[in-house]
C-alpha cells in the first residue's frame, strides 16, 4: 500500500497523461492487491477486532472496497452481485477508467455520446485479466447481466477541471441529468453559505472572489449567496454579470434578478 500511496500522491500533481501512466500499472498487476488481501485475512484471523483501514460502500448490486481515494483519483475494488436486470440507465462518469476483471470475461454494450445523445457503439468483451480503458467523458460500457459475481480492480482519474458527470436514457439515448462534480467548489459554497448564515459581511472579498469559477452553474451559485449576505455589495458585481456573462442562461437570470431588485420598493 506504500506504493500506491506514493504513486497516488505523484499523481495527484502530474498531467493528465503522466497521472494516467503512474496508475495503469497497478491496474494491470494485482499481485500487490492479492498481497493487501492475504495480509489483512491474517490481521483478521489473529485479532476478531481487527477491521481493515478501508472504506467500504454499497449502491444496489455494486459493493465497493476504498483502496485509495483523492479528489481526483479514485481505486477502488468492486464486486457487483449476481442477478441484477439489464441497466436502464447509461452513465458516463467524466473521469478515465482503468479496469480488470477479475473473475473472468467481461462482456457488454458501449455506449459513446454524440451531439447530446448516449449511441450504442456494439458490444465488447475482454477476456479475463484484459485491461479496460474508457474515456467516460464520452464513453461508458453497460455489463450484461450475470449469473456469478462479478470482480474489478478499477481506477478512475479526473481531467483538468470541474468533472461533468451524465445519465442518459438507455432505450432512447436522451440525457436524463448533468451533474458537476467538482470536490473543491462544493466545499467552498458550503463555507460560503456558513458566512451568509453568520451574516459575515466582511466576508464581502471571499464572496466576489469566488464568483471567478470555472462553471456557469457555479458562478450563479456564488452570486446567490452574495446577494443574500449584502444585495447592496453584490449589485455591481450583478450588472457585471448581466452584461458580460459567456453563458447565456445565467446571463438571463442576472439581468432578471437586476430588473427585480429595481422594482423592489426600497426597504427604508
Known amino acids: 500500500m506504500a506504493r500506491l500511496a506514493a504513486a497516488v500522491a505523484a499523481a495527484d500533481e502530474a498531467p493528465f497523461e503522466q497521472a494516467i501512466a503512474l496508475i ?23 485479532n476478531l477486532l481487527h477491521l481493515p483501514a478501508m472504506r467500504a460502500s454499497r449502491k444496489g448490486a455494486a459493493r465497493h472496497l476504498v483502496l485509495a481515494r483523492t479528489e481526483r483519483i479514485w481505486i477502488t475494488a468492486t464486486i457487483i452481485d449476481p442477478g441484477e436486470p439489464l441497466p436502464a440507465r447509461i452513465h ?22 454524440e451531439q447530446g445523445r448516449a449511441v450504442s457503439a456494439g458490444r465488447r468483451c475482454w477476456r479475463d485479466g484484459a485491461i479496460i480503458v474508457l474515456d467516460e467523458r464520452r464513453e461508458a460500457l453497460c455489463l450484461d447481466a450475470s449469473d ?49 448564515l453568520q451574516e459575515r459581511r466582511d466576508a464581502v472579498p471571499a464572496f ?35 452584461r458580460d456573462e459567456p453563458d447565456a442562461p445565467v446571463r438571463a437570470l442576472a439581468a432578471r434578478t437586476l430588473a427585480q431588485i429595481g422594482a423592489a420598493p426600497c426597504p427604508a
Open 208 to 242: 466576489a472572489a469566488a464568483l471567478d469559477a470555472p462553471l456557469p452553474e457555479q458562478r450563479w451559485a456564488v452570486m446567490r449567496e452574495y446577494l443574500a449576505l449584502d444585495t447592496a455589495a453584490a449589485l455591481s458585481a450583478l450588472r457585471l454579470m448581466a
Open 24 to 46: 495503469r500499472p497497478f491496474i494491470e498487476e494485482s499481485g500487490w492487491f492479492d498481497r493487501l488481501l492475504a495480509d489483512e485475512v491474517a490481521r483478521m484471523a489473529a
Open 148 to 196: 456469478r459475481p462479478l470482480s474489478f480492480l478499477r481506477a478512475q482519474l479526473a481531467p483538468p477541471g470541474p468533472v461533468a458527470a451524465r445519465i442518459h436514457d438507455r432505450a432512447s439515448g436522451a440525457p436524463i441529468a448533468t451533474a458537476q462534480a467538482d470536490e473543491s467548489h462544493a466545499r467552498a459554497l458550503m463555507l460560503l453559505s456558513l458566512l451568509r
Open 92 to 113: 458516463f462518469s467524466g473521469r478515465m477508467l482503468l479496469c480488470r476483471g477479475l473473475s473472468g470475461d467481461v462482456e457488454g454494450e458501449l455506449y459513446r455520446l
